[in-house]
């Protein structure tokens, strides 16, 4: 064998080393990503439970957000502060899922999820309300992609469809009337 031979030998197994090394990178780029991909949706469902824990453990907050989802310019200013704070974490939760659903990391039907969130709490009138004072802090994309949304408010269920507890007053005392009636 001659010294040529094993130039080119060697040559040959430098570059399958290469190869291998490129194929073993691009393996664990798909491994980080499926794991970072799994993490943004665990993240995603935590906020969500950390809304309805705050909603669970702070006394008097779902009678609060229930009078600015009717009217929010009247409500007291703590209502007023319970409710941005609910709105805020719903918004920033879609706006967030947004960005992770365009870099793919969480799947269309969480990111639908969220957004439909929003869309229900903005979807009364005291939301409206809201938004249109806040609108201005979301980047174009979210607040086209909300405007537009609710541009037909027929496809948005009410919040209070979907969560009994934010049924106004009203409704609340009218149906338990109608249960104790029954009765």
């Not at 005291?126 to 408010?153: F, H």
Request: with cysteine.
């Amino acid at each position: 064998m001659t010294l040529e031979t094993i130039y080119y030998i060697t040559q040959i197994i430098a570059v399958g080393a290469i190869l291998a090394s490129l194929g073993a990178i691009y393996i664990q780029l798909r491994k980080d990503h499926a794991l970072a991909r799994s993490e943004r949706q665990q993240e995603i469902l935590n906020v969500t439970n950390s809304v309805y824990e705050y909603l669970a453990c702070q006394s008097g907050v779902v009678k609060s957000v229930r009078l600015c989802f009717q009217d929010y310019e009247r409500a007291s200013p703590e209502a007023q502060v319970e409710f941005g704070y609910l709105i805020h974490r719903g918004l920033n939760l879609a706006q967030q899922a947004a960005y992770m659903r365009d870099d793919k990391l969480i799947e269309d039907n969480l990111y639908s999820s969220a957004f439909g969130l929003v869309l229900m709490y903005l979807n009364t009138p005291g939301g409206r309300e809201y938004w249109k004072r806040v609108r201005l802090s979301y980047t174009e994309n979210m607040r086209t992609a909300i405007d537009t949304a609710l541009k037909t408010p027929k496809d948005i269920a009410p919040i209070w469809d979907v969560y009994p507890f934010f049924l106004p007053e009203e409704a609340t005392s009218i149906a338990s009337e109608s249960d104790e009636g029954s009765t």
